[in-house]
């Protein structure tokens, strides 16, 4: 319904409902009732679209009312963190970031100490930028996203939220409400670096996120490797993984690993970088990335 | 048209505002309650011009929604001096002559004072990233960082 006002900028201005529900399922309900809702989290990216009249929603859901969604809690096999929990907060919680530093440093690579204490992850999964940082974090950590929907609950792998840019998997009405990152074996250690032409306030033009687990004898027995902004979503790369697996992480290793993450890249050329340049910086990044990995599983 | 009435505390006091869903912060800040000492630059969280305090949490003022803060605790510029007695940042920054057309000052003062509450003795790189989404299109940063490295010694006692 457009209304007789004008925007800021003379074009009519849609109707927009704003909604602050204190439960999932109350966020659920308003979700599933309106076609045109979105959610509102942390509104780094939401707020943006909405003045670039990129979208037009009838109905913003604001989640940060419903207090599980803001938690960060400790379970018995790992930790669960809220999907509106922003950056800031994360960044406070000494246990998570003693845990998954990888996750934690890819999460506050996002923007500047201002958008840090807004941005939250589950804006980041769900606004599915193939370049957002805490994404192949997540993914290489193993996270799980808990889905609360219409239809009820479920979990799903990171992996298969975002589908491709701006799209995600998930169905009319449903929320990502938390992730659960479980404990990690002894002697795991994670990482994730990204490239970006300039020190800060960049977006990825390539990313690497990698989990690795050594055994007693300092050999690699576990690897997940994810890479970021060099495909329409954050991919799994078993290849890569497989190039550590085994090993003791050593030169011929890396060199498997760079060569894996290159073959696995399928970006695009666009301002950021050229095709050729993200394929080739992708290993160096993959390469660079498993070893601050190998260096903390070490010191776990 | 739906317009949400909201209760909040700025500076201190308690405000009540009416506001459409499509004013941000900044739009109430400056249009509803008519303290503009905080700036719009970019209006999409890059430059830092319209950063503000939201429950102890430095934000960009035009990515929140008006409608968003009911019950929040937000501290804009206009809180920062007590009375004519000017906050030591502030004071700084005249003596430094950080400042040239102004337009980002408030928003800097602002982020350098949630720097300087949780890190009282920052490192010049530290300072420097935390004020990374605080854009100075003047170029003065070099004296802005001085100012802000003084002000921290000082407040220090130094």
């Given at each position: 319904m457009a209304s007789d006002r004008v925007n800021w900028n003379g074009s009519d201005v849609i109707t927009m409902r704003y909604e602050a529900p204190e439960t999932m399922e109350a966020a659920v309900e308003l979700l599933s009732s309106d076609e045109g809702a979105r959610v509102l989290a942390?509104?780094?990216?939401?707020?943006?679209?909405?003045?670039?009249?990129?979208?037009?929603?009838?109905?913003?859901?604001?989640?940060?009312?419903?207090?599980?969604?803001?938690?960060?809690?400790?379970?018995?096999?790992?930790?669960?963190?809220?999907?509106?929990?922003?950056?800031?907060?994360?960044?406070?919680?000494?246990?998570?970031?003693?845990?998954?530093?990888?996750?934690?440093?890819?999460?506050?690579?996002?923007?500047?100490?201002?958008?840090?204490?807004?941005?939250?992850?589950?804006?980041?999964?769900?606004?599915?930028?193939?370049?957002?940082?805490?994404?192949?974090?997540?993914?290489?950590?193993?996270?799980?996203?808990?889905?609360?929907?219409?239809?009820?609950?479920?979990?799903?792998?990171?992996?298969?939220?975002?589908?491709?840019?701006?799209?995600?998997?998930?169905?009319?009405?449903?929320?990502?409400?938390?992730?659960?990152?479980?404990?990690?074996?002894?002697?795991?250690?994670?990482?994730?670096?990204?490239?970006?032409?300039?020190?800060?306030?960049?977006?990825?033009?390539?990313?690497?996120?990698?989990?690795?687990?050594?055994?007693?004898?300092?050999?690699?027995?576990?690897?997940?490797?994810?890479?970021?902004?060099?495909?329409?979503?954050?991919?799994?790369?078993?290849?890569?993984?497989?190039?550590?697996?085994?090993?003791?992480?050593?030169?011929?290793?890396?060199?498997?690993?760079?060569?894996?993450?290159?073959?696995?890249?399928?970006?695009?050329?666009?301002?950021?970088?050229?095709?050729?340049?993200?394929?080739?910086?992708?290993?160096?990044?993959?390469?660079?990335?498993?070893?601050?990995?190998?260096?903390?599983?070490?010191?776990? | 048209m739906a317009r949400y009435h909201v209760s909040a505390t700025v500076n201190g006091d308690d405000v009540e505002f009416l506001c459409e869903p499509e004013q941000t912060l900044l739009d109430v800040l400056r249009d509803e309650l008519h303290l503009t000492g905080t700036k719009e630059g970019c209006a999409s969280g890059d430059c830092g011009a319209c950063s503000v305090m939201i429950d102890g949490r430095l934000v960009c003022s035009c990515l929140v929604m008006g409608a968003e803060v009911g019950d929040r605790e937000i501290e804009t510029i206009e809180g920062m001096a007590d009375g004519e007695q000017l906050h030591p940042l502030q004071q700084k920054f005249l003596d430094y002559a950080a400042l040239q057309c102004g337009y980002c000052t408030p928003g800097i003062l602002i982020a350098a004072k949630a720097l300087l509450e949780r890190n009282p003795d920052p490192t010049e790189t530290e300072a420097r990233f935390w004020l990374a989404g605080n854009l100075c299109r003047c170029t003065g940063y070099d004296k802005i960082m001085r100012a802000v490295m003084d002000t921290a010694a000082e407040m220090r006692g130094e």
């Open positions: 942390g509104g780094t990216d939401l707020l943006v679209q909405l003045r670039a009249e990129m979208i037009e929603p009838s109905l913003v859901v604001d989640v940060k009312r419903i207090a599980a969604m803001r938690e960060i809690t400790k379970e018995n096999d790992g930790i669960r963190v809220g999907a509106a929990v922003a950056g800031a907060e994360l960044g406070e919680h000494e246990e998570f970031k003693a845990t998954w530093p990888g996750v934690l440093e890819a999460f506050e690579l996002i923007g500047s100490t201002q958008i840090q204490g807004r941005a939250t992850m589950g804006g980041n999964l769900c606004n599915a930028s193939p370049a957002a940082d805490s994404v192949p974090a997540m993914i290489a950590a193993g996270a799980t996203a808990t889905i609360l929907g219409p239809g009820g609950q479920r979990d799903v792998p990171v992996e298969d939220i975002a589908i491709g840019p701006g799209q995600t998997s998930l169905d009319k009405g449903e929320l990502v409400t938390s992730f659960f990152f479980p404990k990690p074996a002894a002697r795991t250690g994670d990482a994730y670096l990204r490239f970006i032409p300039r020190t800060e306030m960049d977006i990825a033009v390539v990313g690497a996120g990698i989990c690795l687990t050594l055994d007693d004898s300092d050999i690699c027995k576990a690897a997940r490797v994810s890479l970021g902004a060099v495909a329409a979503r954050a991919l799994v790369v078993d290849e890569a993984a497989d190039a550590l697996i085994g090993t003791p992480v050593d030169e011929a290793a890396l060199a498997k690993l760079a060569e894996a993450a290159s073959a696995a890249a399928k970006p695009i050329d666009d301002k950021r970088g050229t095709k050729e340049f993200r394929i080739q910086v992708m290993g160096v990044m993959a390469r660079r990335t498993a070893e601050i990995a190998l260096a903390r599983a070490k010191a776990n | -």
